[in-house]
Every structure is written in structure tokens, then in C-alpha cells.
């Protein structure tokens, strides 16, 4: 039987309960136990698909291609499990199917009410995805933070599973502690507030992950733990730290893993073996020589600030094949539109050993990503696109090399004279009847490889499995075309015969993919893609 840990955030979001999750999942996957994670979003959206990404962050896609939040990413990334589409729910998604549930009339003529048709609804989701996987663990994040009007109908599914089954279910609350400029002291009192308005849901929780700059001192532990109700040593510092990898490391330090297995009476299925990952983390900690790479998009800027949310799974993506090499990661972000305007400035592309342009929807911002791949291109810079990156790479070598001044893709000219990327037939469809939500060409699919090519080097295979996330593709009316002027069709989707990877010649790497090679990339097992680039970066031999 399964035990059910569901956590949930305290006073403000953004504090890290994603990796909060993961942590947990990989600490306890390290003990001998198989783990798997679901993230709940409070929201109406069926999926994060729809979602503008500065607002949202990154949309993850899974391997049967659910476009899901990014926090699905970590799971991934720290358990080093697939995660499929019974691991993500939406209220959006409970109430679809408990709408069409009721129009099929399988309430058998009741009246299907919020309580408790949805959290049931939601109990038995949760459930599902943990038999599916054959779970020990399933680890439930509650997204938003306690006291929202919108994540309760959650947290009473997670009472209700508790009182139906008190020995296997555990709340862990994570929440924040801010140190005031002006007042220079930790307080606890918002988490007070935070607990309270948990205990006014019914739910009290057996631990708490204390979100804070700095390490928790004994005199808050023993605060929170007088008015939290919870023991001091369930009461876990978690202060921030230099890499998201060391947390499962620093929560070990408190022993969290072994104080879960004993509240939920369970004894560690063997002794704890992270080897691999401390080793990571000492290369992440030590490596001082860098390698430099520019990001160039567009969904950095919002209002004052940066966020580096949109591009997550490349960020990270690049990273692990830095440290594959010893280096120290350093990211640049550049804005697509920059070089539209002031196209002198792409001079400054020489200082990165490296340029990766990610995916993206729309037209801002796309001339100036032209610019730049041309500038890899002709300088020899180390070039990786992905998705949207790779549809650019092939409209900038029509242009500029083939002489189609006027190539362009349709989603940006829905009439052009020369498309070389083209909206795919059965895309047409939807986006003429505006059913918009979950349709892309999305999810896994094979791969076939051309051999002699840079990726057929990278992944030392024929056939392989990538993820996706698109409705434009490049044109087969041009492919022969294209081929003759030099740019290289390094894969091949065998069923549908569409160009997943192009490459051009005499370049130290200059690689693009239709699908997103980031969703696959793990902390100990870089993407072959992302390691030969970062290599190409690097002026090592392949
Ligand atoms: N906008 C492009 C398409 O829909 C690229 C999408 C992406 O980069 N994920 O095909």
C-alpha cells in the first residue's frame, strides 16, 4: 500500500515547494523506494498549454505530452523517473470529468455536488497515478499557498484521504520566513498564520520546512514549534543555498529523510546512496572555469525584473552538460529584439563560447533571432536551436544562403511567397475551428537518424525518442531544395516523414531540432545534444 505525503506552502509562493518535492522524492528513492510525484494547480486552465509563459513560467511537456507545469520538470530531473499525465491535475481537469461523468449520466441520477464530488474526484486521481507507477511514495504538491480561495477543495481531498486512512498519509507544510531590513530578525509569526488557516481546513501538519535566507536558530525552532504544535525536530531548516541540487543533501543534514519513514512507520529499505549525486555537487560547488553561453529570447522582462522561468528545462539543460565537463555554467540573457534594432550590437555575440536561441510562439522578437543564427552561422559560433530555433535556422539559411529572400514560416506570413516552414495539415483543422488547448504535435516521437551527422555522433544511436511541442514544420516542398544548397537533414520522423534535425557543414556544431532535447536532460545523464554543444563551446575535440 502506498503512503501519501502531500505538501503544501506557507505565506508566500516562490519559495522552492517544487524543490521541496523533488528533494524529499529523491531522499527517499536513495532509501530504496520507488517515488513518483503529482503537482496540483488550483487553476480553471485544463493545462498550462494555454498559458502566457512570463506569467507562467516554462510548460513542461511529458513523454505523452501533457503540457504541464514546470515543477513536473524537477520531479523529473530529481527522481530521474518519467512523470505521465495521471501526475498532473488541474481543477480545470477535475471538473471536465466529473462534468462529462454527470452528462453520462454515471452519478446515477444523484446531485454531484463540490463536496464531495470533487475531492473525490481528486482522491481518486492521486490514487490512480500511484497504482500506475507501483509506488511506495507518491508525493503530492498542492500549488498556491494556504488561505487562497482556490486550492481548497484540495487540501480537502488531502483531509479527507487523511481521515480515511490516517497511518498512510502525512502534510508537510513549507513555508517562509522573512527577515525584515529594518527590524534584522527571523519571524516566525506569518508561518503561524499559515498553520492556523491549515488547522481552520482541518489538516495539521507533521512537518515543516522552514523557507528562510539564512539557517533556522533553536530559539525560532522552538517558536514554531510551540505555535505550530509540532515537535522541534520536525520543525527542518531550509535556508537558501547556492544550487538547487544540494537540497536533498541539506535536508539529510536535519534527517528529514529517516523522521518521514518513521512517522509513517516504515524503516529504510537500505542505506542512503547519493555518491553519484555528492560528487555532482562538489563539481557544482568547486568548478571554477566557465563556459559562457547566451540564451537569446524574449520572455525575460517583466516589468523591472527578470525571470529566467520561461526557459527552465534549457537553463538546467546546460548546466548538467557544464558540469559533465567540470565547468561552471555562466548564462547570459539577451533580448531577440536588441539585435532587431541595433543589429551592430550582434559584434558582442563573439564573447559567449556558445549561443543557444529555445522555442517560442509569435512574431516579436523573430527578426532578431534571424540576425543572430546568421551570426553563429557565418562566425562559427557553437549553435543550438531548439523548436522555434530550429524553424528560424532554416528560414535564415533560405534566405541568406539559398537566396529565397522572402523565406518565412507561415505563422509569422500566413500568404508568404516561400515558406519554408509550413503549418501541418491536420494543425489547419484545429486552429481553423479555434480548438487551440492541448493540440500541438506533442509528446514523444521517434527519430531516425542520418548517420555520418553531428547528432547521430551525440546520441551514438539510430533511432531515438524526443519530445515535442509545435504546429509549424519545415516543408517538404523545399526539403530537396535545401538539401542541394548544403543544409544537412540529420533526422527524420519515419512515420510522418518530417524533418526533426538540420545541421549545416563546416561548422564547429551548428545543430537545430524540431523537438525540445531540454525536457530529457538529467542531472547525472546530460543530453547528447547539450553535451556536444557545450563541447563544441569549449574547443574540445569531439
Ligand atoms: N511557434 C512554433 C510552432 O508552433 C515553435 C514552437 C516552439 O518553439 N515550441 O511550431
Known amino acids: ?47 498550462a498549454g494555454t498559458m502566457n509563459p512570463i506569467e507562467h513560467g516554462e510548460v513542461f511537456v511529458t513523454d505523452d505530452g501533457v503540457e504541464c507545469d514546470q515543477d513536473v520538470g524537477n520531479y523529473e530531473r530529481f527522481l530521474d523517473e518519467n512523470i505521465y499525465t495521471d501526475n498532473y491535475i488541474t481543477t480545470g481537469r477535475v471538473y471536465q470529468a466529473v ?45 498556491g499557498t494556504v488561505g487562497e480561495y482556490q486550492n481548497m477543495l484540495f487540501l480537502e481531498a488531502a483531509r479527507m484521504m487523511k481521515l480515511s486512512r490516517p497511518k498512510d498519509v502525512l502534510f508537510i507544510l513549507v513555508s517562509y520566513l522573512p527577515i525584515p ?41 522552538k517558536k514554531i514549534s510551540v505555535f505550530c504544535n509540532v515537535a522541534p525536530k520536525d520543525v527542518i531548516s531550509a535556508p537558501d543555498i547556492e544550487t538547487i541540487y544540494e537540497i536533498p543533501l541539506n535536508f539529510e543534514k536535519e534527517n528529514l529523510g529517516n523522521l518521514i519513514l518513521k512517522k509513517l512507520n516504515l524503516r529504510p529499505r537500505k542505506k542512503r546512496d547519493l ?59 539577451l533580448s531577440a529584439e536588441k539585435y532587431e534594432k541595433i543589429p551592430s550590437q550582434l559584434k558582442e555575440l563573439k564573447k559567449y563560447d556558445g549561443i543557444v536561441v529555445p522555442g517560442g510562439f509569435g512574431l516579436r522578437g523573430i527578426e532578431g533571432k534571424i540576425k543572430v543564427i546568421g551570426f553563429c552561422r557565418k562566425n562559427k559560433i557553437p549553435f543550438l536551436g531548439l523548436c522555434l530555433g530550429m524553424q528560424l535556422a532554416v528560414i535564415e539559411f533560405a534566405r541568406n544562403v539559398c537566396g529565397l ?41 521517434k527519430c531516425k537518424l542520418k548517420p555520418g551527422t553531428n547528432s547521430s555522433r551525440a546520441y551514438k544511436s539510430n533511432i531515438i525518442s524526443e519530445r515535442h511541442r509545435h504546429r509549424y ?27 526533426e534535425i538540420i545541421e549545416v557543414k563546416n561548422h564547429p556544431f551548428f545543430v537545430a531540432t524540431q523537438f525540445h532535447p531540454e525536457f530529457k536532460s538529467r542531472p547525472l545523464k546530460p543530453h547528447p545534444l547539450f553535451k556536444e554543444f557545450i563541447r563544441a563551446a569549449l574547443r574540445l575535440q569531439f
Request: hydrophobic content about 40%; aromatic content about 8%.
Open 1 to 47: 500500500m502506498a503512503k501519501f505525503i502531500f505538501v503544501a506552502g506557507g505565506v508566500m509562493s516562490g519559495i522552492g515547494k517544487g524543490i521541496a518535492v523533488a528533494s524529499i522524492g529523491k531522499i527517499l528513492k536513495s532509501k530504496g523506494f520507488k517515488v513518483t510525484a503529482i503537482k496540483i494547480d488550483p487553476y480553471i486552465n485544463v493545462d
Open 99 to 143: 462534468i462529462n461523468r454527470e452528462r453520462n449520466l454515471k452519478y446515477g441520477g444523484k446531485c454531484v455536488e463540490v463536496v464531495p464530488d470533487i475531492p473525490n474526484e481528486v482522491i481518486s486521481r492521486i490514487k490512480k497515478a500511484g497504482r500506475k507507477t507501483i509506488a511506495d511514495f507518491v508525493l503530492i504538491e498542492i500549488g
Open 181 to 221: 531590513r529594518m527590524i534584522g530578525e527571523m519571524k516566525t509569526k506569518p508561518t503561524q498564520y499559515a498553520v492556523r488557516t491549515l488547522n481552520s481546513a482541518g489538516i495539521q501538519p507533521n512537518i515543516i520546512l522552514a523557507r528562510s535566507t539564512v539557517p533556522l536558530d533553536e530559539i525560532r525552532k
Open 275 to 333: 555518491k553519484d549525486w555528492e560528487v555532482l555537487i562538489k563539481i557544482i560547488k568547486n568548478t571554477k572555469r566557465a563556459v559562457k553561453i547566451g540564451i537569446v529570447g524574449k520572455y525575460f522582462e517583466t516589468g523591472k525584473f527578470t525571470l529566467m522561468d520561461s526557459y527552465v528545462s534549457v537553463i538546467e539543460s546546460i548546466k548538467h552538460a557544464a558540469y559533465f565537463f567540470k565547468r561552471k555554467p555562466e548564462i547570459f540573457w
Open 473 to 499: 514544420e519545415l516543408n517538404n516542398n523545399y526539403r530537396e531544395f535545401l538539401e542541394k544548397k548544403g543544409l544537412v537533414i540529420a533526422g527524420i520522423n519515419p512515420e510522418k516523414n518530417l524533418v
Open 405 to 445: 529572400k522572402k523565406a518565412n514560416s507561415t505563422e509569422f506570413m500566413k500568404k508568404g511567397i516561400d515558406n519554408v516552414i509550413d503549418v501541418m495539415p491536420e494543425q489547419k483543422v484545429l486552429l481553423k475551428e479555434k480548438k487551440y488547448g492541448g493540440t500541438m504535435r506533442l509528446g514523444a516521437y
